[in-house]
């Protein structure tokens, strides 16, 4: 479950618009995946999860779209809120496994009023 | 939902002391408990996973006689960084999992300044 650390690539939006944020995972054998939301200062908040399943699950305001050919996640926020400010992370588990989630390195998403 | 307290939320100590962290799961009991070091603008990076009763399995480079974890009951562990150095200041972030293996649920971390 180790993650590498490196600076964190920035989405900045006006508020009002869609957001789309990209996670591409790297194990074949993941087969659960899940949506944090990281506040300054605070630790991560569970968002919305996906089985490797289903390739679009919806919430409220928030999709996560999965692309298991080419290993890559989304997660798309719709008419994004001042409030949804913060770092965006994935995680993959594989279920079958230590449940030991690796998280990816996160975006930032900043939203302008 | 889970709620997952953390405690303290900030921490200062001098340099060569120990310092306790909390973490307790206040509405569900859980099996196991994670504890993760993040960076500035970095992501989570693990240190260790423990299930209760058992001893925690550590992540290499992590040093066991360092961060001294306890998973005594269902409901608290307990990260103590021992003879705390500046290089050991960070934010540290806790999580639970129950019966749902698959989700953890994070505590609001704990910003440890060794001076």
């Known amino acids: 479950g180790e993650s590498v650390g490196l600076h964190l690539p920035t989405l900045s939006v006006q508020e009002g618009d869609n957001s789309i944020i990209n996670c591409a995972y790297s194990n074949s054998a993941s087969d659960y995946f899940i949506w944090y939301k990281q506040e300054s200062g605070k630790g991560p908040q569970f968002i919305i999860d996906i089985r490797s399943n289903m390739d679009k699950r919806q919430g409220q305001r928030v999709t996560v779209l999965l692309n298991k050919t080419v290993k890559h996640l989304s997660l798309q926020i719709a008419a994004t809120q001042p409030g949804d400010s913060a770092v965006y992370f994935c995680a993959e588990l594989a279920s079958g496994g230590s449940y030991i989630p690796t998280f990816g390195r996160g975006t930032s998403l900043i939203v302008h009023p | 939902g889970a709620v997952v307290s953390q405690h303290p939320s900030w921490v200062i100590c001098k340099s060569g002391t120990s310092v306790k962290i909390e973490c307790r799961s206040l509405?569900?009991?859980?099996?196991?408990m994670f504890w993760y070091r993040q960076f500035p603008k970095q992501s989570l990076m693990l240190m260790a996973t423990s299930n209760e009763g058992s001893k925690a399995t550590y992540e290499q480079g992590v040093e066991k006689d360092k961060f001294l974890i306890n998973h005594a009951s269902l409901t608290l562990s307990t990260l103590t960084v021992t003879s705390a150095h500046p290089e050991d200041s960070s934010f540290y972030i806790c999580s639970a999992s129950g019966l749902a293996k698959n989700i953890q649920y994070f505590g609001a971390g704990t910003r440890l300044s060794v001076l």
């Open positions: 509405d569900f009991q859980a099996t196991t």
